[in-house]
């Protein structure tokens, strides 16, 4: 099973394989058993936290105000705890983390990014396209959108790419979506390597072998990470790389 995400904090990507690390969906069922803490926003609206957890909330924040003066300040602290968790592949404390961060400040992009993050890595791909396009709503880092909006064009095509053949529609139709998102994020910097890499992979999964040699082109031209010797072969099997 192929690398097809990698999530970027300032800069720095924190997961190269969230689509290997287990079986995949595209969706999944609730559980009325599970954590809180495992799922964004701690499960709310549907888990309604109890009285002695939101006054437990407002000591935590109380208390981090004052320790990194700002609630933004705060927020990043945590979600930079929930990106090294991500690293370390330690899923469940990454989502409590980035929870954190997103009840210091619910208006932060970062915690929705980090929730998209764990929901991929995990295989609930729609859930984690919900929570990207939230963060995408939210950027307020010109920097970080054209990183942001490659993950989510790659979430989008690795969702449409999973879809049963009776769903070739929604399939087609994520698809779509997915080239907006790489547009977009190369729209705002032409020269992110990475967005030309994720999206000659893309371009593979929609059968657009010409385009997708272009977009490799352009990501070598920009010294991206290399290609997956095996996606290369698949390529060139399906159309010899022009000269």
Known sequence: MK???KFRLNGIAVLACVLVLGMFSVGFAGDSTVNPDTLPMFGQPK?????VQKASD???IRDNVL???TKQAASNAYA??????VREKQLDGAMLRFNQAW???PKSYNPFWGFGAVLTAKGHLAEAIDQLEVARDLIDDPTQRPALLSDLGAVHSEYAARLPADRQLERAQRFVVANS?????LENDPNFAQGWREWAISLYEQERYSEAWVKVKRARELRAEPFPPEFLKKLSAKMAEPK
Do not use: C, M, P
């Open 67 to 69: 320790r990194y003066r």
């Open 181 to 185: 998102r790489f547009t977009e994020s």
């Open 80 to 85: 930079a705890l929930g990106w090294n968790a």
């Open 58 to 60: 407002e000591i935590f």
């Open 103 to 105: 009840l210091l400040n």
């Open 3 to 5: 690398k097809i995400v």
């Open 47 to 51: 888990i309604v936290r109890s009285d």
